[in-house]
């Protein structure tokens, strides 16, 4: 059974005050907290294994080469990925979006086109235009409906053999909507393109299997599903990643370099150069092993459950509400505005209640122009938030109200 109280045991943040409050922490979409057992993963590789991997023959080298190569392994599991070198370490998603967009913008030419979402970060908004800057390419966008879902009858209509490859997300950080992505990748390959997911704001509340999905490329980083900062990954289907050239020259990527021409190494170290975050590689596979031990079915209905509890508290209790993001499927994010409120002000006064919630564009300013807003107070639930939680910030709310009215 899903055991919300054990779960926050192992949340020692979770203890501390803020501003003389208890922390109720509802950021989560930014970044989520680490379990002890994360923590201790940290701090015991940089006091017993703390080595340069791929290149010492001594034995801390070799134990840490070991768990770095295991933690690979660890995501080829978790995403069902068909072989470990599919699965590229990278600083986290925004790179892994550059690094296949660096890419394209040497494949793409004149006339070609590129198809991007109305519901993307700007992380994969960005690469996106400066590939097509660089290429000559054109960059479409798939128009969005007022509930927050994409158009996809539009979607099919910008479908075409110019068009080369499609990147969306799977689940939008700004409003929730779960895309259904399964037909975008089904009808993208009709047409022969390739499709790259990003999955920042999915991994921690879905089941991800890249073979069933047949995506071309997915990418995620750790932080946002109980694992360390500045390291993330990018799976790439092998003939996708044996196609695209390297994103950075360096060591450990080549396998000869001489003065006229150098060969590279066979994946995934073409794509790694450098010494990378090796602690945090291996930490990450750790925070894996916490995720599936607790299961992310289990994660996932229990979230939706606060979720659901948090809309239908905030629905009732606060008048002049706009939620903003509608669709039927969507993950654990409650985006709001009150009328007549700055959600920066909401957000200021509320922390000096403790608690911690988004306020913004969330890196989504074409949402935020679609509903002519500024931008939205963002509360954001994990599996180790609780409908106590959520009452304590919707009285907050309340009373944040009350003193801007």
Same mark, same amino acid.
């Given at each position: 059974m899903f055991d919300v109280t054990n779960i926050r045991k192992d949340f020692t943040i979770l203890n501390r005050l803020v501003n003389k409050k208890p922390?109720?922490?509802?950021?989560?979409? $930014?970044?989520?907290?680490?379990?002890?057992?994360?923590?201790?993963?940290?701090?015991?590789?940089?006091?017993?294994?703390? $080595?340069? #991997?791929?290149?010492?023959?001594?034995?801390?080298?070799? *134990?840490?080469?070991?768990?770095?190569?295991?933690?690979?392994?660890?995501?080829? =599991?978790?995403?069902?990925?068909? =072989?470990?070198? *599919?699965?590229l370490f990278t600083r986290g998603t925004t790179e892994s979006i550059n690094l296949v967009a660096s890419g394209f913008s040497q494949l793409l030419?004149?006339?070609? @086109?590129?198809?991007?979402?109305?519901? @993307?970060?700007?992380?994969?908004?960005?690469?996106?235009?400066?590939a097509c800057e660089r290429s000559g390419a054109k960059l479409r966008v798939i128009p969005m409906l007022p509930d927050g879902s994409l158009d996809m009858e539009e979607y099919t209509k910008l479908l075409s053999s110019k068009t080369k490859i499609v990147a969306v997300n799977h689940v939008s950080n700004a409003l929730g909507t779960i895309n259904d992505i399964q037909t975008i990748i089904n009808q993208a390959h009709q047409v022969d393109a390739a499709v790259l997911i990003d999955g920042a704001q999915a991994l921690a509340h879905i089941n991800v299997d890249v073979q069933a999905l047949d995506c071309d490329f997915y990418c995620a980083?750790? !932080?946002?599903?109980?694992?360390?900062?500045?390291?993330?990954?990018?799976?790439?289907?092998?003939?996708?990643? *044996? =196609?695209?050239?390297?994103?950075?020259?360096?060591?450990?990527?080549?396998?000869?370099?001489?003065?006229?021409k150098t060969t590279y190494a066979a994946l995934p170290h073409k794509f790694e150069a450098g010494t990378p975050n090796i602690a945090g590689g291996i930490v990450f596979g750790t925070a894996l092993d916490y995720v599936n031990n607790i299961g992310i079915t289990e994660i996932a209905a229990y979230e939706d459950e606060l979720l659901q509890y948090a809309t239908t508290q905030m629905q009732e209790l606060i008048p002049n509400l706009v939620i903003y993001g509608t669709a039927p499927k969507k993950a654990s994010?409650?985006?709001?505005? #009150?009328?007549?409120? !700055?959600?920066?002000?909401?957000?200021?006064?509320?922390?000096?209640?403790?608690?911690?919630?988004?306020?913004?564009?969330?890196?989504?300013?074409?949402i935020m122009q679609y509903f002519d807003i500024a931008g939205t107070a963002r509360a954001s639930f994990a599996m180790y938030n609780t409908k106590a939680e959520i009452d304590t910030f919707v009285t907050a709310v309340q009373r944040a109200q009350k003193m801007l009215s």
């Open positions: 922390l109720v922490y509802l950021d989560n979409a $930014a970044t989520t907290q680490k379990p002890q057992i994360v923590l201790d993963a940290i701090s015991h590789y940089y006091q017993q294994t703390n $080595a340069n #991997i791929h290149r010492g023959v001594h034995t801390l080298s070799q *134990e840490a080469t070991n768990a770095y190569e295991e933690a690979r392994q660890k995501i080829q =599991k978790h995403i069902n990925a068909v =072989k470990p070198y *599919e699965v030419q004149q006339g070609d @086109e590129v198809i991007i979402s109305y519901l @993307e970060h700007h992380s994969n908004i960005v690469p996106w235009q400066l980083s750790a !932080h946002k599903m109980y694992g360390p900062t500045g390291v993330g990954f990018l799976y790439g289907k092998e003939k996708w990643l *044996e =196609k695209l050239p390297p994103y950075q020259g360096g060591g450990e990527m080549i396998a000869q370099v001489t003065f006229d994010v409650l985006s709001f505005n #009150i009328s007549g409120i !700055h959600n920066f002000d909401l957000g200021t006064i509320i922390d000096k209640l403790g608690i911690a919630i988004r306020t913004g564009h969330h890196c989504t300013q074409p």
